[in-house]
């Protein structure tokens, strides 16, 4: 299974640190050379997000939410998934409250009679304490779920975690995250050190192996002029996987 995780910094235009309005439809085609792809910061440019994008299934913007922006939680998939749970976050920091933010889960089907289950995620920005703390808790939320409503089940996990390497807080976060909810980091899993934002993580179940055998920055997410058509490097990971 080839599967991408991409922040597409798709802000509203008064706020967008990029040119999304000419970067987002050219994201868009470029999503089909994937199995499933997982997509933050779909907050403004929905339609065009989805104009070229040929996965047959594909999930719609939250609706009813009482902050200006949705979550920007969007996915798009060869098979069939079931509707998302969307949770918001429990707690969070400074204008990081002006977007519905938090994470979206959904089992999804392999094959008949197989599933797995992935969650798509956006922790807090910016890296004062406040925001480090808001974090702690987002992630220790994160794991309760996990532990809980999804307890014993083969899970992917990715997202834009905005765990800082640098950060001793945000370490701790990451470390008691994976160690509390029985992650593996796919690049970590590949003997790959990547600090980068956006993490993968992936926990097998007792009726499903699951394995990342291959992981990069999909570099092909570029304009004509290569340049990058977001602020955030996307990242491919390879799965395989096999009924127990």
Known sequence: MEFLSYNVAGLPPFI??????????????????????????????HA???QSAQHPFQSTPLQGHATILNDGLTRFSQ????PL?????GTFSGTDGLAAKGFSAAEHEL????????????????????????????????????????????????????LHTNEALDQATLSD???????????????????????????????LELSATAWRTADEFKDAAGNRLSDHDPIHVSFSWRER
């Open 177 to 207: 995250f994976m160690g509390t909810a029985g992650l593996t980091q796919a690049a970590r899993a590949l003997g790959l050190s990547r600090s980068k934002l956006d993490k993968v993580f992936f926990r097998e179940g007792p009726r």
């Open 79 to 82: 098979t069939p998934f079931a």
């Open 48 to 50: 065009s997000l989805i």
């Open 111 to 162: 094959a008949p009679g197989v599933s797995l289950w992935v969650v798509n995620l956006h922790g807090d920005s910016a890296k004062g304490l406040d925001d480090q703390r808001a974090r702690a808790q987002q992630f220790a939320q994160l794991a309760g779920f996990l532990n809980t409503t999804l307890a014993n089940r083969a899970v992917i996990v990715a997202g834009d975690t905005n």
């Open 85 to 89: 749970q969307r949770i918001p976050w």
């Open 16 to 45: 967008a640190r990029t040119q999304p309005a000419t970067a987002i439809p050219q994201i868009s085609p470029k999503l089909n050379a994937y199995d499933l792809a997982l997509v933050q910061e779909d907050f403004w440019y």
